[in-house]
């Protein structure tokens, strides 16, 4: 009787091990996350970049050290065509910004420079012409220039021949006075049509030390005011509309 029970335990842990087997071959395997899965799972970090354009401040930009020349209402130019003679022309920017061009009509040319306007032309007469070769030559147009205010010997509007420093423009408009405030020179450039940037040049220790480092040169419209009394702060930007508040202490 004994060893029937042994017996029959032992089929019975047999069976067991033969059942477990098979679920355990049956059982599915969990299946592999797909590519498409972990792609959406995955966070849109690329889309997290802020954009540049969106994140933009109203701060302007530095313009460049030599920037090319840009029409203005009153300059004249004359266009010359080298397979069409018969459009060649002068022409005078109106105070509209327009040229009224033969056999084309109104063009808005303001603010271009010759190679921009060279281009403008093009597309315009290309409407007429077959890829027309055209050239530009300016004639009578805004001379570059600097002005000199405040506390020097001859205040006034000077032309700018070549390369010209600050010190170089306060020796032009006569020198600085002995009721100027030397170390606090200004220095105001027109970086867009809405800013000005505005800089304090110590033309008292440029002097003394023969340090030269800060003895810029200066760009077509720069201005310099020599004051009397200290401007100890001063925004290195403001709009162009408070530039007068600085000018009249």
């Known amino acids: ?16 091990g033969v059942v477990t087997a098979l679920a355990q ?25 802020p954009d540049p354009d969106k994140s933009s401040t109203s701060r302007p930009v530095l313009g460049e050290r030599h920037p090319r020349y840009t029409l203005q209402a009153g300059d004249s130019f004359d266009l010359s065509f080298d397979l069409s003679p018969e459009f060649n022309q002068s022409l005078t920017v109106q105070p509209d910004g327009y040229v009224s061009l033969r056999g084309v009509g109104d063009v808005h040319v303001a603010g271009q420079t010759v190679p921009q306007l060279t281009e403008t032309l093009k597309k315009s007469y290309g409407k007429i012409l077959n890829d027309p070769i055209i050239s530009v030559f300016l004639k009578d147009f805004e001379k570059p220039y600097f002005t000199v205010d405040g506390q020097v010997g001859r205040p006034g509007k000077y032309d700018l021949r070549g390369d010209t420093t600050v010190t170089q423009a306060l020796a ?26 505005a800089r304090i040049l110590n033309y008292k220790k ?3 030390d023969g340090n030269l480092s800060e003895d810029v040169y200066l760009h077509p419209g720069d201005m310099l005011y020599v004051p ?18 600085y000018l009249r202490p």
């Open 25 to 49: 071959q049956s059982a599915p395997e969990s299946p592999a996350p797909s590519p498409t899965a972990e792609a959406t799972a995955a966070p849109a970090s690329a889309d997290a970049t």
């Open 228 to 245: 009397k009394n200290t401007y100890s702060k001063i925004q290195q930007f403001m709009p162009s509309a408070n530039l007068g508040t």
């Open 172 to 197: 032009v408009a006569g020198g600085v006075s002995a009721s100027a405030k030397h170390s606090q020179v200004l220095l105001f450039r027109h970086v867009s049509d809405q800013w000005v940037e």
């Open 1 to 16: 009787m004994m060893q029937l029970r042994r017996v029959q335990w032992v089929l019975i842990v047999l069976a067991m």
């Open 206 to 208: 440029m002097m003394k």
